[in-house]
């Protein structure tokens, strides 16, 4: 760990002392990325970015993790996700009118959408030193302060936890609803290390005396979607259920879930898992040993179970995703995070 932390800090002060050449792009970049390895939140704050930036010519910029292709492709909501990355497909099937493009170079995926857009939102950048975004949103999951974690692999973090100080906006994820200014302050400064936070202006003081947004965010579950056309919209009426999810922290998910049915089975991977074909005839023979449950699963999921032909029609009837929505613990928060996007998009319409 020792010489993983030491090659991190070489490699970020070669670029912070402009030893090694960072390009920016010629529209306004917003990057969202963390110092963790997945489950922070990234694409539903991706999702709150575009829909407060509605009206906007925009793209979303993805390495498109997980996909079986390279290079510079623009997703096709018609697809598959073993094309484009789950998460990729999942933004281009929600806001038909965004570009949404993988490449796991960000240089020449910047360079080939060009400046026809207003911004460009690049999805998990952070560590993607060789492009200098315009302004770089950075999430902390509620439930796991970086300061409190391990750099890989001992523990989650994949960057330097004093990285966070970097960013140009802070977003804890995941919080509860309902937090007072007293606790997001206790936060800031207990699990972010800040020497002070101003409640009234949502902003912290870094160990260095710089100021920063730190604001504070939640997710809420909307009604059950179905993931094949010609589901039965009784299904998520039954009181029972089985959950499917491969997703980097599935616990909310399945407490969200057992808070209203009664759970008979959960099947629980890995991130960004590709289902197998032994996966779907446990899925099926479920749905046997189950005859009563509705089916759920995560948004995210959704996109790679859309192409497993070998699910049986019973679950396919019965086959629901849970989509979720990021929303900020209060209205000025809110209105300072739009302020920040729209001032650094204005003048681009």
């Given at each position: 760990?020792?010489?993983?932390?030491?090659?991190?800090?070489?490699?970020?002060?070669?670029?912070?002392?402009?030893?090694?050449?960072?390009?920016?792009?010629?529209?306004?970049?917003?990057?969202?990325?963390?110092?963790?390895?997945?489950?922070?939140?990234?694409?539903?704050?991706?999702?709150?970015?575009?829909?407060?930036?509605?009206?906007?010519?925009?793209?979303?910029?993805?390495?498109?993790?997980?996909?079986?292709?390279?290079?510079?492709?623009?997703?096709?909501?018609?697809?598959?996700?073993?094309?484009?990355?789950?998460?990729?497909?999942?933004?281009?099937?929600?806001?038909?009118?965004?570009?949404?493009?993988?490449?796991?170079?960000?240089?020449?995926?910047?360079?080939?959408?060009?400046?026809?857009?207003?911004?460009?939102?690049?999805?998990?950048?952070?560590?993607?030193?060789?492009?200098?975004?315009?302004?770089?949103?950075?999430?902390?999951?509620?439930?796991?302060?970086?300061?409190?974690?391990?750099?890989?692999?001992?523990?989650?973090?994949?960057?330097?936890?004093?990285?966070?100080?970097?960013?140009?906006?802070?977003?804890?994820?995941?919080?509860?609803?309902?937090?007072?200014?007293?606790?997001?302050?206790?936060?800031?400064?207990?699990?972010?290390?800040?020497?002070?936070?101003?409640?009234?202006?949502h902003i912290a003081y870094t160990p260095a005396g710089d100021k920063i947004p730190v604001l504070f965010s939640t997710v809420e579950y909307m009604k059950p979607?179905?993931?094949?056309?010609?589901?039965?919209?009784?299904?998520?009426?039954?009181?029972?259920?089985?959950?499917?999810?491969?997703?980097?922290?599935?616990?909310?998910?399945?407490?969200?879930?057992?808070?209203?049915?009664?759970?008979?089975?959960?099947?629980?991977?890995?991130?960004?898992?590709?289902?197998?074909?032994?996966?779907?005839?446990?899925?099926?023979?479920?749905?046997?040993?189950?005859?009563?449950?509705?089916?759920?699963?995560?948004?995210?999921?959704?996109?790679?179970?859309?192409?497993?032909?070998?699910?049986?029609?019973?679950?396919?009837?019965?086959?629901?995703?849970?989509?979720?929505?990021?929303?900020?613990?209060?209205?000025?928060?809110?209105?300072?995070?739009?302020?920040?996007?729209?001032?650094?998009?204005?003048?681009?319409?």
């Amino acid at each position: 760990m020792l010489i993983y932390r030491t090659i991190l800090k070489l490699r970020h002060r070669a670029y912070d002392r402009g030893r090694r050449p960072c390009a920016e792009a010629g529209v306004p970049t917003i990057c969202v990325g963390n110092v963790t390895v997945g489950g922070t939140g990234k694409t539903p704050l991706t999702e709150l970015i575009l829909r407060e930036l509605a009206g906007r010519q925009l793209a979303v910029l993805s390495r498109g993790y997980g996909r079986r292709t390279k290079g510079y492709l623009e997703v096709d909501p018609s697809g598959d996700a073993s094309l484009y990355g789950d998460e990729p497909l999942q933004i281009a099937r929600k806001f038909p009118g965004v570009k949404v493009v993988v490449d796991e170079d960000r240089i020449e995926g910047c360079n080939r959408i060009g400046s026809s857009v207003d911004a460009i939102i690049l999805d998990d950048a952070y560590q993607y030193r060789r492009l200098k975004a315009s302004l770089n949103i950075v999430l902390v999951d509620y439930g796991r302060p970086v300061f409190k974690d391990s750099l890989l692999p001992f523990g989650r973090l994949r960057d330097l936890p004093e990285r966070i100080f970097k960013a140009d906006i802070i977003v804890v994820t995941k919080c509860p609803a309902a937090m007072s200014d007293y606790e997001k302050g206790c936060y800031a400064q207990d699990n972010l290390h800040m020497s002070g936070y101003e409640a009234a202006e949502h902003i912290a003081y870094t160990p260095a005396g710089d100021k920063i947004p730190v604001l504070f965010s939640t997710v809420e579950y909307m009604k059950p979607a179905p993931v094949f056309e010609g589901a039965e919209a009784s299904w998520p009426r039954s009181d029972r259920a089985v959950a499917i999810c491969g997703i980097a922290r599935n616990r909310q998910f399945v407490d969200h879930l057992a808070a209203g049915y009664s759970l008979q089975e959960v099947f629980s991977f890995r991130d960004h898992h590709r289902f197998s074909e032994k996966d779907i005839r446990k899925f099926n023979e479920a749905m046997l040993q189950h005859p009563f449950a509705c089916f759920f699963t995560t948004e995210k999921d959704s996109q790679r179970l859309k192409d497993c032909r070998l699910l049986s029609e019973d679950v396919r009837k019965r086959l629901f995703y849970l989509p979720i929505e990021a929303r900020f613990l209060s209205e000025g928060e809110r209105e300072l995070f739009v302020r920040l996007l729209e001032d650094l998009v204005k003048g681009r319409v």
